[in-house]
């Protein structure tokens, strides 16, 4: 977050010569911005689908072994 507010300055043009910095200040601003994105919301969402497809396997192998267990035969 520092380094995004440190550009800034570079994005907006600022100071002298800041005109020819402004383009390199947007990129830097663009993927710092879009960088953050993906760390705080997609990542997170990434893991959770994929805690729950890992929890649909498991209950899908135990169901699949209950059902090749045969059951056992009980005698008088």
Request: glycine share 14%; no cysteine; hydrophobic share 40%.
């Amino acid at each position: 977050m520092s380094a995004l507010m440190g550009t800034f300055p570079i994005a907006l043009g600022l100071g002298a010569g800041g005109e020819a910095r402004r383009p390199l200040g947007l990129a830097v601003v663009g993927g710092l911005v879009v960088s953050q994105l993906l760390t705080l919301y997609i990542t997170p969402v990434f893991y959770t689908y994929m805690e729950r497809f890992r929890g649909l396997g498991e209950k899908m192998r135990s169901r699949r072994h209950h059902e090749a267990t045969p059951e056992p035969v009980l005698q008088p």
